[in-house]
Each structure stands twice: as C-alpha cells, then as structure tokens.
C-alpha cells in the first residue's frame, strides 16, 4: 500500500493505549475513523492486527496507512502554551541541574508524577512550558521516573534531539546507575538479578510481579556500604527498563527497598526517624550527547535521602563508578 508509515513507540509511552496515542500524535482522525482502519488491519503492531484499548510497549513498530492532510496534523501543531503558576515555575526551574541548546536534565523531585494520569493534575508533563527559554519549542520528554523514584530525568529541547535521544533510551545505550537504601543485606556483594516480570493481574497493571511468562528483565547490583548488616546502601544498574524492575528485583534479593510499601509491605519500613518516602534515586547517566560526545550527569541526593545517609554514616558526595572495578574483569 503506497504512503505507509512507520512510527516506533517512545519511551515515555510505555503502556498506553493505542487510541490515546493517535489522540495524542493524530488528534485530526475521530474514533470511528480510528476504529475503521483497525477493524480493516490498516494499522498493525509488530505486523499484527490490534484494537483500539491495545497497550504499548516502549519501541514497537506502529505501521500506519496513508492518512488525510487533516488527520496527520501533528499535535505540536495544536499546543498553545499553559498557564503555569509562578510556584510550578520555579520548581521546574529549581530543578534544572544541566542545560545547553539540545538538552536539559532535572533532579526531579520525588513525590513529582513525570505524566498525568487519574487524579495526578500536576506533573513534569504539565510544566515544561516553564523550560522553554528562548526556544519555539516545548522541551520534550525522552523517559520517565516512577512517581516516587527522585533523580535524573532528561529532557529534549528540538524534535532533532528527541529523536536522538529516544533511540539511544531504546536501543539501551544508556549507563544508568540508582542508589538505594535497601532493609537487610544481600548475601553477595555484586551479582545480577535476572527475573523476568509481568504486570501482576487483578490490580489494574499497578505492580508487577516476577513471572516466568513474564518479560525479559535483568539489573546489575553492587553493596557500596552497609550498616551493622541492618541496612545497606546499593547501586543498581538496570539493563533491561521494565516497570518497577529495581523495586521487584530487591524483593528478589530479600532486601525491599527502605519505604516501598508497595512491594516490601511493612519489612519495607525502618522505626526511628529514618523517613518513609521511598529510598530509590536515579543517581547518574551516561549517554550519547545528541549534538556528539558523552553526556555524564549526577544528580545530588533528595533531602530526606540525605538525612537518611547521614544517619547512617554514609557519604552522599561519593561519586565513583561503582561498577567499573566489575566492568574491567
């Protein structure tokens, strides 16, 4: 069929349904168009027909039929820029830990959605007018943090350097690297979890669970110091980006991440005055630099993450790789 495209699914769409997304990059075709070219097998994922509730996955192929001039109008087209009050302003601003002409990262604060959903109303997403500068163009997300995970985010600031930026997220060419504060010990210093994971059923897709139907997902782990056996700081490197992967994967090495209810219960929390909020921040990354070279960023520790490594006795301004010493083995 003359005029098919392809689009691949970006990072930051991970889970979608495959109505919002035409909504969001097609916002010209009505549901009953939409409906029509699926029922017909006009659009097809990964060369298989799909409905419209379809949820997608980070780098599929989106085969699409010759479209009207009208329903290929491109969102950015229809964006016109949001209020934003002077507080939201300042956050996102206060944030910003690097910057040039194809690239902004932020410390995002935990607690801060990255996107919307039900009852989340404020979120990065919703923000990044608040970063445009002298650009035209809105920055753009090329991944996502879980809501409560603090840490790096980066942001595109062209279409060019998102393109460049979402392909190297999906190829995987990305060395991050996350700190947590895990309760416990594991019983090796470094190793790799390898435990595929499944969206665990009955709960609306909001925890995952290791299965062995389950999706391919592996993270590299190293202790870089404990406490009394009581409490140990880790680094995780995942090299696979699946939902709540490193969460899961400390459960799986019987050490929950330090205030994640949701997948430790209540061995997940520490009496005393460390905080309940979640232990888990996106320390660092290492990427390829849209414009050429290597984008290395580190992004201090939150506040309640701080006090936590104070408590401790651990030093948060402790900045080598902890995996370089494996990695030349």
Do not use: C
């Amino acid at each position: 069929m003359s005029g098919v495209t392809k689009e691949y699914v970006k990072d930051t769409e991970q889970d979608w349904r495959l109505d919002k997304w035409f909504k969001v990059h097609f916002p010209g075709i009505s549901y009953g168009r939409l409906s029509k070219i699926l029922r017909k097998g006009e659009v097809r994922i990964n060369g298989k027909r799909v409905k419209a509730g379809f949820r997608l996955e980070a780098g599929m192929e989106i085969r699409l039929p010759p479209l009207g001039k009208d329903e290929r109008t491109p969102s950015r087209k229809t964006h016109t820029k949001v209020n934003i009050s002077e507080e939201d302003i300042q956050l996102m601003r206060s944030m910003v830990i690097y910057q040039d002409d194809s690239v902004i990262v932020l410390n995002k604060l935990p607690g801060l959605a990255v996107q919307g959903g039900t009852n989340t109303k404020r979120h990065v997403d919703g923000m990044l007018d608040a970063l445009t500068g002298e650009k035209q163009e809105r920055p753009k997300l090329v991944h996502r943090l879980d809501k409560d995970t603090s840490g790096v985010l980066v942001l595109a600031r062209t279409g060019a350097a998102a393109k460049k930026l979402t392909e190297s997220f999906k190829q995987r060419n990305t060395n991050k690297i996350y700190w947590a504060l895990v309760k416990g010990r594991p019983r090796q210093m470094d190793g790799v979890v390898s435990a595929p994971l499944d969206k665990e059923p009955g709960v609306g897709g909001e925890r995952m669970m290791v299965s062995e139907d389950g999706k391919r997902a592996i993270t590299d782990f190293k202790i870089i110091d404990s406490a009394a056996g009581q409490v140990t700081w880790m680094a995780f490197r995942p090299v696979t980006g699946r939902t709540h992967q490193i969460r899961v994967h400390a459960t799986v090495l019987e050490t929950p991440i330090v205030g994640d209810g949701k997948y430790g219960a209540k061995d997940a929390f520490i009496d005393g005055p460390i905080s309940k909020k979640l232990h888990l921040h996106a320390r660092s990354i290492e990427m390829d630099h849209p414009d050429g070279g290597v984008l290395s960023i580190s992004a201090p520790l939150p506040y309640h993450m701080k006090e936590s490594w104070n408590f401790f006795g651990f030093d948060p301004d402790y900045s080598d790789d902890p995996f370089e010493e494996i990695d030349s083995v």
